[in-house]
T-cell receptor, first 116, second 111 residues
Framework: DSGVTQTPKHLITATGQRVTLRCSPRSGDLSVYWYQQSLDQGLQFLIQYYNGEERAKGNILERFSAQQFPDLHSELNLSSLELGDSALYFC???????????????FGPGTRLTVL | EDQVTQSPEALRLQEGESSSLNCSYTVSGLRGLFWYRQDPGKGPEFLFTLYSAGEEKEKERLKATLTKKESFLHITAPKPEDSATYLCAVQAGDSNYQLIWGAGTKLIIKP
């Protein structure tokens, strides 16, 4: 158990809908990272927050957005869902900023999103 | 362009048969190289971080090494429970220190 929690575990929805994925980081971690993992693309970095502020963006679609709240939990919002958005979504957390030494990322169990 | 390539894509071994997985990278200004293990449908589990060429780290039957162009994950006398996908990721300054991931090596250990 990494100490990172994600809810829900599974989500099944229809095209065009909007969903929210939730992540609670390990105790003491200030950074939260969101990743998408699909069968054909591997792990893709989406976005990083540090202590409530957005710090880096990766291959995140405009239909997707995220935020980190004062209690450090984070939410990833996916809207206007398409079939191709079906994937595993992982949250990871770390103590410091991405460029810090000894700043390993610890992953949650993921949310499996299925868009029908 | 920063790139991480893992080989082989898949590896089948008999229990007790030692082998190595490779992770080669082309990045500017490597900050760190990370190894993770991922079981099907689960989140990646952190194994090792390597920061400089010549560095080695060990954990049970696993040993990770780093050169200037690649890293190896050596598996000694593996057991069926070592079966998983092993992921390599690198962190470099020119990618804003975000992890760049390889596609992974799927390791299957047969009893």
């Amino acid at each position: 158990d990494s100490g990172v929690t994600q809810t829900p575990k599974h989500l099944i929805t229809a095209t065009g809908q909007r969903v929210t994925l939730r992540c609670s980081p390990r105790s003491g971690d200030l950074s939260v990272y969101w990743y998408q993992q699909s069968l054909d693309q591997g792990l893709q970095f989406l976005i990083q927050y540090y202590n409530g502020e957005e710090r880096a963006k990766g291959n995140i679609l405009e239909r997707f957005s995220a935020q980190q709240f004062p209690d450090l939990h984070s939410e990833l919002n996916l809207s206007s869902l398409e079939l191709g958005d079906s994937a595993l979504y992982f949250c990871a957390s770390s103590v410091g900023l991405a460029g810090d030494l000894y700043n390993e990322q610890f992953f949650g169990p993921g949310t499996r999103l299925t868009v029908l | 362009e920063d790139q991480v390539t893992q080989s082989p894509e898949a590896l089948r071994l008999q229990e007790g048969e030692s082998s190595s997985l490779n992770c080669s990278y082309t990045v500017s200004g490597l900050r760190g190289l990370f190894w993770y293990r991922q079981d099907p449908g689960k989140g990646p589990e952190f194994l090792f971080t390597l920061y400089s060429a010549g560095e080695e780290k060990e954990k049970e039957r696993l040993k990770a090494t780093l050169t200037k162009k690649e890293s190896f994950l050596h598996i000694t006398a593996p057991k069926p429970e070592d079966s998983a996908t092993y992921l390599c990721a690198v962190q470099a300054g020119d990618s804003n220190y975000q992890l760049i991931w390889g596609a992974g090596t799927k390791l299957i250990i047969k009893p």
